[in-house]
C-alpha cells in the first residue's frame, strides 16, 4: 500500500453512511476523534471505505506496535487456530500459557516473577490493585497514584484515573482508599518554575511531608501506582530521578511499586518497557495494548513474593487465549529479530529533531518530548502563558486527517505521535512533512 493518497474528501460517502449507522446501533459512551471508518490496513499505511489511505501515526491507539498484519502475526495466528481456540486457562492448563509467560518474563524488567493474563490494560490494573492489596492480607489498603494519570475506564482503574472529569462524572462513589499526588510534569510543574530534577524531587517531598505526615500513615499504604511515561495525561516524560526515587521510596516503606506499562511497553519507548530507561526494577507491572499485535491480552507480572494471592481469589475465562498468546509470542519475536527497538529509538531520535527545529519557527509548538516512538507536542496559544491551545489541536487532528495522516491528542492541547515501530525513516518524514504544513496553516489562523 502506498500513503498518503485522498480520493475524495474523507469522509466520503461511504463512511459517512456508517457513521449514521453506528450512531443509531452503538451506544455513544465514547468520542470518535474524527470520522475515520477503516477497511483494511497494513504496514503503516490504513485504507478507508472509500478508498483513501493514510499514513497511521497512531498505531491503532498504540496497539499494533510491530504495524497492522505483521506477517509473523498473522502466521501465529492461523497456526493456532488450526489447533487451539480456547479453553479456560484459570480452570485447566494447556502450554501455550507457560510457553508466553517464559518469553514475556524473559523481556521484563522484574528479575524473579509471575504472570496472570487478562483482556485488557484496565483488566490488568483492577488485578494488580487486587494483588497489591491482597498481598498485604489487608493491613495495606490504601493506593498512591497521580495525577494526570489514565488507568482505564472500569470502576477500580477509573477511581485511581485522575485525567479528564468526564470519566469520572456520574459513577460516584468510587473505590475508596485512593490517594492522587501530583506528577512530576516539568513543562508545567505543579510546584512553581522549577529545573527538571528539583521538580521530581518535590513531588517524592510532597509525598513525605504531606501525605505521610498529615493523611495516612506509610505503613497503610499498599503500592504507588503510577504510568512511567504518563500517556493520557499528555505524554509527560518525568524528569530522571522521579522514579528511581519514588522507587527508594517505596522500598524505605515496604510500599509496592506498581507500574501501567499498558502504554509504555512492548517497545513503544525504544525499550521493551519504560522502566528500563531508568532501571527500575517494579514490584508489578500491567501490560496491554501492544502486547499482542492487535488481539485482545493483557498481563500483569509481578515479582515471584508478590504474586500470592489464594486459589479462587483472582480469576477470568478469557485471559491468556491460546491465540492471543500466539500472537504474543509473534510480536516479540518480530520486534527481536528486526530489530525495532533500535529503530524505535533512532527514527524517533529524528522525528524529535524535526520537531524541534519546526518549534523554532511556528509559535503554535510548545514544548516536544518522548522516548522512542512515543512522543508529544504540546500546542499552546502563547509560549510565555503556556495556554493551551485546545481549538488548535481539533484543527490540526482534523487537517491531518484530511490530508492522509492519522493522529491523536492527549492531554489538554497535545498531539501525540506513536506510529508502529517498523516505520521507515522515509514513511517517519513524509507524515512530518503533512503535519509541518497543518501546524504552519493552523497557526496563521
Known amino acids: 500500500?502506498?500513503?498518503?493518497?485522498?480520493?475524495?474528501?474523507?469522509?466520503?460517502?461511504?463512511?459517512?453512511?456508517?457513521?449514521?449507522?453506528?450512531?443509531?446501533?452503538?451506544?455513544?459512551?465514547?468520542?470518535?476523534?474524527?470520522?475515520?471508518?477503516?477497511?483494511?490496513?497494513?504496514?503503516?499505511?490504513?485504507?478507508?471505505?472509500?478508498?483513501?489511505?493514510?499514513?497511521?501515526?497512531?498505531?491503532?491507539?498504540?496497539?499494533?506496535?510491530?504495524?497492522?498484519?505483521?506477517?509473523?502475526?498473522?502466521?501465529?495466528?492461523?497456526?493456532?487456530?488450526?489447533?487451539?481456540?480456547?479453553?479456560?486457562?484459570?480452570?485447566?492448563?494447556?502450554?501455550?500459557?507457560?510457553?508466553?509467560?517464559?518469553?514475556?518474563?524473559?523481556?521484563?524488567?522484574?528479575?524473579?516473577?509471575?504472570?496472570?493474563?487478562?483482556?485488557?490494560?484496565?483488566?490488568?490494573?483492577?488485578?494488580?490493585?487486587?494483588?497489591?492489596?491482597?498481598?498485604?492480607?489487608?493491613?495495606?489498603?490504601?493506593?498512591?497514584?497521580?495525577?494526570?494519570?489514565?488507568?482505564?475506564?472500569?470502576?477500580?482503574?477509573?477511581?485511581?484515573?485522575?485525567?479528564?472529569?468526564?470519566?469520572?462524572?456520574?459513577?460516584?462513589?468510587?473505590?475508596?482508599?485512593?490517594?492522587?499526588?501530583?506528577?512530576?510534569?516539568?513543562?508545567?510543574?505543579?510546584?512553581?518554575?522549577?529545573?527538571?530534577?528539583?521538580?521530581?524531587?518535590?513531588?517524592?517531598?510532597?509525598?513525605?511531608?504531606?501525605?505521610?505526615?498529615r493523611l495516612v500513615d506509610p505503613s497503610e499504604v499498599a503500592a504507588f501506582l503510577v504510568e512511567p511515561i504518563q500517556g493520557e495525561g499528555g505524554y509527560i516524560v518525568p524528569p530522571d530521578n522521579f522514579l528511581p526515587l519514588l522507587q527508594s521510596l517505596a522500598r524505605r516503606h515496604g510500599i509496592l511499586l506498581a507500574l501501567d506499562e499498558v502504554q509504555t511497553g512492548f517497545g513503544r519507548t525504544g525499550e521493551w518497557f519504560a522502566a528500563q530507561h531508568w532501571g527500575v526494577e517494579p514490584d508489578l507491572m500491567a501490560a496491554a495494548k501492544g502486547i499482542a499485535g492487535g488481539l485482545p491480552l493483557g498481563a500483569i507480572v509481578g515479582r515471584r513474593e508478590v504474586m500470592d494471592l489464594p486459589p479462587g481469589s483472582h480469576a477470568n475465562t478469557f485471559g491468556g487465549n491460546p491465540i492471543a498468546l500466539a500472537a504474543m509470542m509473534a510480536v516479540v519475536e518480530a520486534i527481536r529479530e528486526e530489530d525495532m527497538l533500535s529503530n524505535a529509538r533512532r527514527v524517533g531520535g529524528e522525528i524529535m529533531k524535526r520537531l524541534r527545529e519546526m518549534g523554532e519557527e511556528i509559535e503554535l509548538i510548545g514544548d516536544v518530548r518522548g522516548k522512542g516512538l512515543m512522543i508529544g507536542v504540546e500546542l499552546v496559544r502563547d509560549r510565555s502563558t503556556k495556554e493551551p491551545a485546545k481549538k488548535e489541536l481539533a484543527r490540526v487532528l482534523e487537517e491531518s486527517f484530511k490530508r492522509g495522516l492519522l493522529v491523536v491528542g492527549s492531554g489538554e492541547s497535545v498531539v501525540r505521535i506513536a506510529p508502529p515501530l517498523s516505520i521507515t525513516m522515509e514513511q517517519a518524514m513524509a507524515g512530518l512533512d503533512i503535519l509541518e504544513e497543518v501546524l504552519r496553516d493552523v497557526s496563521r489562523g
Open 1 to 213: 500500500m502506498d500513503a498518503p493518497r485522498i480520493v475524495v474528501t474523507p469522509p466520503g460517502p461511504r463512511a459517512r453512511e456508517v457513521v449514521e449507522e453506528d450512531s443509531r446501533l452503538i451506544m455513544q459512551s465514547f468520542s470518535r476523534w474524527y470520522p475515520l471508518v477503516v477497511k483494511e490496513a497494513s504496514g503503516v499505511v490504513v485504507e478507508d471505505v472509500d478508498g483513501n489511505r493514510y499514513l497511521d501515526f497512531n498505531s491503532g491507539l498504540v496497539v499494533v506496535n510491530v504495524g497492522h498484519r505483521h506477517p509473523r502475526v498473522v502466521e501465529a495466528v492461523k497456526r493456532q487456530v488450526d489447533k487451539l481456540i480456547h479453553y479456560s486457562l484459570t480452570d485447566f492448563y494447556y502450554e501455550e500459557a507457560v510457553r508466553a509467560a517464559r518469553v514475556l518474563l524473559e523481556i521484563s524488567p522484574i528479575e524473579d516473577g509471575k504472570v496472570f493474563y487478562t483482556n485488557s490494560g484496565a483488566e490488568s490494573i483492577e488485578g494488580a490493585i487486587k494483588v497489591a492489596r491482597g498481598h498485604s492480607r489487608g493491613s495495606r489498603p490504601y493506593i498512591i497514584a497521580f495525577l494526570g494519570a489514565f488507568h482505564g475506564r472500569t470502576m477500580g482503574a477509573m477511581s485511581v484515573s485522575a485525567s479528564k472529569p468526564v470519566h469520572r462524572r456520574g459513577f460516584y462513589p468510587l473505590v475508596p482508599h485512593i490517594i492522587h499526588v501530583p506528577y512530576p510534569y516539568t513543562y508545567r510543574c505543579p510546584f512553581g518554575e522549577l529545573e527538571e530534577r528539583e521538580c521530581g524531587e518535590a513531588v517524592i517531598g510532597y509525598i513525605e511531608e504531606w501525605v505521610f505526615k
